[in-house]
């Protein structure tokens, strides 16, 4: 039983080619890429993008702990309608997943309900406590992608360094959340003009780029990798730039809602318009664009956090942080990014699939002969409105519901099986 | 009466005077003397019956006194059914949502719904959802709508009686705002409500205490006390919350007073014609000296008097959305 895809324009960012070109898939595997192929079932793929599926490097799937969120198995469909074929759970569940056993339950949860690849990050520290290091050798062992703090960043310098210095001699590399909370009491939003007019309590850009600089000095003493999360303020990209030119270990992504909103979105106090870090201001926003276009920023990623409707419907500062991001990530790059000219389309599809894969080492986000068929199909032409409702997410707290984006996922296939359209 | 009449009003709402226009200020400024006279009736009955019939609910999640006591009496004065309800936060533990709270009273088929709440937006949110007519009476650190419309009642009125003209307004004056301007509301609405007005407005504050490009809301910003007042037609303090010291926002009482007292000495730099307010409940000594509270200058219990009458024509305004300047007698 084989698939071919046929009449598409293939983009392979490994490779270098973006060319008409078909792909037969035989198995879970890519059998051939070239001219003229033929399967037992076929895809047309006239007028769309043939690439390999997308990897996002910073998702919450919420399980376990908080399955009413979100679970691997609504997450990973999100993903699939998305475009996604691999994602990096970040692991502040409750429990954290900070032991191997935790890392094995999510392996299980995702043979058992994930229609794509689910590559889990495990606390750097125990409970995320900031104190102790995890058992960095197993959890690499048993199936670790990465080590992450994520949503509370180490606060000691001590311990950070020795995380730092552990992960490296391991093999995984530490995502890292900047955010020095000592400088925020109860910020709800960017501070500047927009939150003084608000009134609401505000996260000073200082928060990001002290942590960054921090982080980065300190993977310089350890010698080790260190990839930096979200980044939205011209000021931290300026620190991860400089730190790059310096020929440091240092990788960066960033967010669709950073290149897209301005804490401007903040204004009728919509709880869909707040996330950590924050929404910035047009400069940032103008930097970020520059990041992506110049290289600085090494790949998207979403940050998909979920919560329930009614987690949401409350009071602005009452409210969690996050936003859903799977279902609307690609859009936004082929709209904001790529028709105004700012990246190509190969550019954007690097940004979203080996980009983010080499960071980690994964062995997806590529198309090869031989290699997994991961294959995303997608119609960069096609328009569509944002419609919450048809989320394959729990989550349906997105600021863009409404907008009209163009890029449409049309089939997303993970080791040969089709998961979307389902 | 025979300026031009602006729009009539067409608002659900009152949440915050950045949204507002200078004709709808000026509107419900306009319709407030009329309550002024009922409140001062010497017959002693101090009732209209325009909103006869009507359910006003205060709805306050933050404790006060002062404000509450006003919008009651300005309901009753109205002839509405009024009920207060003092709602902690305590109903958010209980897992009901203000959108819940709001459901439940307007179950009961309430007309105007006051809110006072410790968040920023709880009013905005409200409005935008349900059919009451909100008025917000403080939402956090972002407007305190009311207050500043008293406030500019209160100035506009001290302008017709000292220069003898009725229709005067508050173009030109000069206003300085002292005290703790990060955390204040009433900072903020009255920044948004003067400068609509024509008024220039000076915020004056530790730099601990002054939000970050609050002169972007068109208002002049120092630390310096004498620059602030020196020009000053109003000097306008804040209350200082005690409690601030202990997050290292000023060192001490003692340097407050040292650096932004207004008081008999400090004021030898302001004009001696300046007008001293305060939205209350003051504190006695700290932020204001007893003698300038008490003195001649001050009218500070004309604004708690003009409160009532101004939140009349709000309510009033609200519900039955009289003609502009029909109402003035």
Redesign the interface.
């Known amino acids: 039983m084989s698939l071919c895809i046929v009449n598409g324009h293939l983009i392979g960012p490994v490779s270098g080619i973006s060319a008409s070109m078909d792909v037969l898939i035989e198995g879970d595997k890519i059998a051939r890429i070239g001219a003229g192929l033929s399967g037992d079932e076929v895809i047309d793929a006239a007028g769309c993008v043939v690439c390999p599926g997308l990897v996002d490097l910073h998702v919450h799937f919420r399980e376990p702990g908080f399955e009413s969120k979100e679970t691997i198995a609504t997450g990973s469909r999100a993903a699939a309608r998305g475009g996604f074929t691999s994602v990096v759970t970040m692991p502040n569940t409750a429990p954290p997943i900070d032991n191997a056993g935790m890392i094995e339950f999510i392996l299980r949860r995702a043979r058992e309900t994930a229609c794509i690849k689910i590559w889990p990050a495990a606390c750097a520290t125990k409970q995320r406590a900031g104190e102790e290091i995890t058992e960095m050798g197993e959890l690499k062992a048993v199936g670790a992608a990465a080590v992450t703090d994520d949503g509370d960043d180490i606060a000691s310098g001590w311990v950070m360094r020795r995380v730092l210095e552990y992960a490296d001699m391991c093999g995984l590399t530490y995502l890292a959340h900047c955010e020095d909370k000592s400088l925020i009491e109860d910020g709800a939003m960017n501070e500047g003009y927009n939150s003084t007019r608000l009134g609401l309590p505000g996260i000073p850009k200082a928060v990001e780029e002290m942590r960054i600089d921090r982080n980065i000095r300190l993977a310089r003493l350890a010698n080790a990798k260190i990839h930096i999360q979200h980044v939205t303020s011209a000021g931290g990209l300026a620190i991860i730039r400089e730190a790059k030119e310096a020929g440091l270990r240092v990788t960066c992504e960033t967010c669709p809602h950073y290149w897209t909103l301005t804490d401007e979105a903040v204004t009728t106090f919509s709880t869909n318009a707040k996330m950590n870090p924050p929404l910035r201001e047009p400069e940032d926003v103008a930097a970020i664009k520059q990041g992506l276009a110049d290289g600085t920023i090494d790949c998207v990623a979403t940050d998909h956090a979920p919560h329930t409707f009614t987690e949401k419907d409350v009071e602005f500062q009452l409210a969690p942080f996050g936003v859903v991001g799977l279902e609307t990530a690609l859009a936004l790059v082929i709209t904001e990014l790529v028709e105004p000219g700012l990246i190509s389309l190969e550019r954007a599809v690097e940004l979203m699939t080996s980009a983010p894969a080499n960071i980690l080492g994964l062995p997806v986000g590529q198309l090869a002969e031989g290699g997994p068929a991961d294959v995303l199909i997608f119609d960069p032409k096609a328009e569509w409105t944002v419609e919450p409702h048809e989320f394959a997410s729990q989550g349906r707290n997105t600021p863009f519901a409404g907008r009209t984006l163009r890029g449409l996922v049309k089939t997303t296939i993970c080791d040969g099986q089709v998961v979307y359209p389902w | 009466m025979t300026e031009t009449a602006g729009t009539a009003w067409t608002r659900k709402d009152l949440v915050g005077l950045?949204d507002l226009t200078r004709e709808e200020i000026e509107l419900i400024l306009d319709t407030a003397p009329q309550f002024v006279a009922v409140s001062a009736r010497e017959s002693g009955i101090k009732k209209v019956p325009l909103l006869q019939g009507r359910l006003v609910v205060n709805l306050f999640f933050e404790p006060s006194t002062r404000t509450r006591l006003s919008f009651e009496l300005a309901a009753k004065r109205l002839s509405a059914d009024s009920m207060s309800v003092s709602a902690s936060t305590s109903s958010?533990v209980k897992g009901e949502?203000?959108?819940d709270t709001l459901d439940n009273i307007e179950a009961m088929h309430s007309d105007i719904v006051v809110i006072r709440?410790g968040?920023?937006?709880?009013a905005?949110?409200l409005a935008?959802r349900h059919s009451s007519h909100i008025i917000n009476a403080g939402?956090?650190?972002?407007?305190h709508p009311t207050q500043a419309l008293l406030d500019a009642f209160t100035m506009r009125e001290w302008v017709r009686n000292t220069r003898q003209e009725p229709e005067a307004g508050l173009d030109g004056l000069r206003v300085a705002i002292i005290g703790d301007i990060t955390h204040s509301?009433v900072a903020?609405s009255n920044a948004w409500g003067l400068t609509k007005l024509g008024a220039s407005v000076v915020l004056c504050g530790p730099r601990t205490l002054l939000?970050?490009?609050?002169d972007?809301?068109g208002v002049d910003v120092t630390s310096n006390l004498a620059e602030a007042i020196h020009d000053a037609d109003v000097v306008y303090a804040l209350r200082i919350q005690l409690e601030r010291q202990s997050?290292c926002l000023f060192p001490s009482i003692r340097e407050y007073i040292r650096l932004f007292r207004v008081d008999a000495d400090s004021l030898k730099a302001a004009p001696p014609h300046a007008l001293i307010m305060h939205p209350g409940p003051i504190n006695r000594d700290i932020e204001l000296a007893a003698e300038v509270a008490d003195g001649p200058r001050s009218v500070i219990l004309r604004q708690v008097t003009n409160g009532v009458a101004v939140r009349m024509a709000i309510m009033h305004v609200l519900v039955n959305r009289p003609k502009p300047n029909r109402d003035e007698s």
């Open positions: 950045e958010v949502t203000l959108h709440h968040y920023a937006g709880a905005r949110i935008e939402d956090g650190r972002h407007e509301r903020r939000p970050p490009n609050i972007g809301m997050r």
